[in-house]
């Protein structure tokens, strides 16, 4: 069945379409008579306004898009949840996407919610986009005049707002913090490697063994692809070399890793600490508890959604802001105690 349109109401009276869309508004510049006409004919044909063609008029949709590369990561979950409530809290909603770490998912997202839908978007890249190093999709968005906040995995091919944790630091701290454990020799499992981020902790912890006079080793970067079996790569690691520690660059690795340690009969953390990124539910019930770097997820939303409404709202010219947030480390029990 053929939705109806404001064309074909004003067809029907032989009345103009703006005649029709301020009879549906009642607005107090049409009769009564007409008013009532036109309103009890769009209720008895189920009139629905075109949202986006309302948006087209109004110029806007006080709606926000949001597009992440992986929702099963909780550092993204935390992000939701703050940009949803800043956002909320000045009268927006938000539309959420995932791109699955797909470039063309990515892609085909951008267009649609750059299409009118919203009124801006919060992005963080898909790890296929930041491999490729494609970014005329976000280009046609600046284009457009369609305001944008990159956070935690951006480019520099983009001039946009950016939110960005520290990650080299995050790396180089969290090696640095091994080391003063007692732990010497020490691996990273990454599952995340194609990632500008996952770089960037990756060369954090080279710089932190070099400085402390350990051998890297670039054996011990473990990388993880979506088809790898990770119990057979973690096997393989142990096998050839004397481990001490493991630097897994997200909570679900951290997790699994863990499990797979106890399955093997490695005591945690006698004989293997593990340190994890990112402070989720996941990481404080499994025994023992696993030390995580917090990346500060639900602030990173807050002030995403902020510097987007506050760009949406301002009329004229503003510089754009690049904001680097600290990371902070959160001790638990699977790691040994600084002596």
Do not use: W
């Given at each position: 069945?053929?939705?109806?349109?404001?064309?074909?109401?004003?067809?029907?009276?032989?009345?103009?379409?703006?005649?029709?869309?301020?009879?549906?508004?009642?607005?107090?510049?049409?009769?009564?008579?007409?008013?009532?006409?036109?309103?009890?004919?769009?209720?008895?044909?189920?009139?629905?306004?075109?949202?986006?063609?309302?948006?087209?008029?109004?110029?806007?949709?006080?709606?926000?898009?949001?597009?992440?590369?992986?929702?099963?990561?909780?550092?993204?979950?935390?992000?939701?949840?703050?940009?949803?409530?800043?956002?909320?809290?000045?009268?927006?909603?938000?539309?959420s996407c995932i791109s699955d770490e797909s470039y063309?998912?990515?892609?085909?997202?951008?267009?649609?919610?750059?299409?009118?839908?919203?009124?801006?978007?919060?992005?963080?890249?898909?790890?296929?986009?930041?491999?490729?190093?494609?970014?005329?999709?976000?280009?046609?968005?600046?284009?457009?005049?369609?305001?944008?906040?990159?956070?935690?995995?951006?480019?520099?091919?983009?001039?946009?707002?950016?939110?960005?944790?520290?990650?080299?630091?995050?790396?180089?701290?969290?090696?640095?913090?091994?080391?003063?454990?007692?732990?010497?020799?020490?691996?990273?499992?990454?599952?995340?490697?194609?990632?500008?981020?996952?770089?960037?902790?990756?060369?954090?912890?080279?710089?932190?063994?070099?400085?402390?006079?350990?051998?890297?080793?670039?054996k011990n970067v473990v990388e993880v692809g979506r088809?790898?079996?990770?119990?057979?790569?973690?096997?393989?690691?142990?096998?050839?070399?004397?481990?001490?520690?493991?630097?897994?660059?997200?909570?679900?690795?951290?997790?699994?890793?863990?499990?797979?340690?106890?399955?093997?009969?490695?005591?945690?953390?006698?004989?293997?600490?593990?340190?994890?990124?990112?402070?989720?539910?996941?990481?404080?019930?499994?025994?023992?508890?696993?030390?995580?770097?917090?990346?500060?997820?639900?602030?990173?939303?807050?002030?995403?959604?902020?510097?987007?409404?506050?760009?949406?709202?301002?009329?004229?010219?503003?510089?754009?802001?690049?904001?680097?947030?600290?990371?902070?480390?959160?001790?638990?029990?699977?790691?040994?105690?600084?002596?």
């Amino acid at each position: 069945m053929k939705k109806l349109t404001l064309k074909d109401i004003a067809s029907h009276f032989g009345v103009s379409i703006s005649t029709v869309s301020k009879s549906l508004k009642d607005s107090s510049e049409i009769s009564a008579e007409v008013k009532s006409k036109i309103q009890e004919y769009a209720r008895e044909h189920r009139y629905r306004p075109n949202r986006v063609a309302l948006n087209l008029l109004n110029k806007t949709t006080r709606a926000i898009g949001v597009v992440v590369p992986n929702i099963l990561n909780y550092f993204f979950t935390q992000v939701f949840y703050g940009i949803e409530q800043s956002a909320n809290a000045r009268g927006y909603t938000i539309i959420s996407c995932i791109s699955d770490e797909s470039y063309k998912k990515e892609l085909q997202t951008v267009e649609l919610l750059g299409s009118g839908i919203v009124d801006g978007l919060i992005l963080s890249l898909s790890e296929e986009t930041q491999a490729k190093d494609e970014t005329e999709h976000l280009q046609n968005l600046i284009e457009n005049h369609i305001p944008m906040v990159l956070f935690d995995r951006v480019t520099e091919k983009i001039s946009c707002d950016k939110i960005v944790v520290d990650d080299f630091e995050a790396g180089y701290n969290t090696t640095k913090y091994l080391l003063k454990t007692g732990c010497t020799k020490i691996a990273v499992v990454s599952s995340i490697y194609n990632s500008s981020v996952g770089k960037l902790r990756v060369k954090g912890y080279k710089k932190a063994l070099q400085e402390s006079g350990c051998n890297y080793d670039e054996k011990n970067v473990v990388e993880v692809g979506r088809n790898d079996d990770l119990q057979l790569l973690i096997s393989l690691l142990l096998d050839n070399r004397d481990i001490d520690a493991i630097i897994a660059l997200d909570e679900i690795t951290a997790v699994d890793t863990l499990n797979i340690l106890k399955l093997k009969g490695i005591a945690v953390p006698d004989e293997i600490a593990i340190v994890g990124f990112t402070n989720g539910r996941l990481s404080k019930y499994v025994s023992p508890a696993l030390t995580m770097v917090s990346q500060h997820g639900k602030y990173i939303g807050e002030l995403a959604a902020n510097i987007l409404i506050d760009r949406i709202e301002h009329e004229g010219e503003m510089p754009f802001t690049t904001k680097l947030v600290k990371t902070s480390l959160i001790e638990r029990d699977s790691t040994k105690r600084i002596e």
